[in-house]
């Protein structure tokens, strides 16, 4: 389950940034003056090549054309995609510092000893700007699941409920986290600890 959720994490993040060629279609159709040439088994099977691939180009173009998922709809849909497994995966324990150093570092951003000491998990996720980072934190009342997405700029706090969780968007110093949990309450103390302790490189976290 690990495995597969991580596989199509990465099979999506790679089609996301798949460019759509215009001149795709024509560099893969046989030229005008051979076209009439080829055996007619060859030509069916050219033909039917060629139409399978309009349609994937059609499908590609059709689906960058459609209207970008609003962030609630995107934490919606991360969230039930695989927040219960990632939360199951984090365990009681701390992140290894270089994993969490790695993957924050991706994105310019450090974390203080007091942040570090609670992340049980990091992972690198895909978001509506580019790649973030899904992270579990330990409090008080028990685990809660943050998204940081680095690239995103929220002018005020949002909250979304869903599942029977809920879901505080903060801004933070740079870019902007989802923290997702049963207690409404944490997002004020998680909220802080991000604010305080996840800042951009060098400026002392």
Not at 5 to 16: C, N, T, V
Not at 141 to 148: C, E, H, K, M, S
Not at 163 to 187: F, K, N, Q, W, Y
Request: aromatic share 4%; glycine share 8%; charged share 20%.
């Amino acid at each position: 389950m690990v495995k597969a959720m991580d596989q199509f994490e990465q099979r999506l993040e790679a089609a996301l940034k798949l460019p759509v060629d215009d001149t795709l279609v024509d560099s893969l159709l046989p030229p005008a003056d051979t076209a009439g040439q080829a055996p007619p088994a060859r030509r069916g099977w050219a033909i039917a090549a060629s139409v399978l691939v309009m349609l994937s180009v059609g499908v590609i173009a059709w689906q960058a054309s459609r209207p970008a998922p609003s962030l609630e709809e995107y934490i919606l849909a991360h969230y039930r995609h695989d927040g219960a497994t990632v939360l199951a995966r984090a365990g009681d324990a701390g992140v290894d510092p270089r994993a969490l150093a790695d993957v924050l570092g991706r994105f310019n951003l450090e974390a203080s000893a007091e942040l570090a000491s609670r992340v049980t998990l990091v992972k690198f996720c895909p978001t509506p700007k580019g790649r973030g980072a899904h992270m579990v934190v330990q409090t008080d009342t028990g685990p809660v699941t943050v998204i940081v997405i680095p690239e995103m700029v929220v002018e005020a706090p949002r909250q979304l409920a869903f599942d029977e969780v809920t879901a505080d968007i903060v801004a933070l110093r740079s870019g902007t986290a989802a923290i997702i949990g049963p207690d409404a309450g944490m997002d004020v103390v998680v909220g802080a600890w991000l604010r305080d302790g996840l800042v951009p490189s060098g400026t002392g976290a």
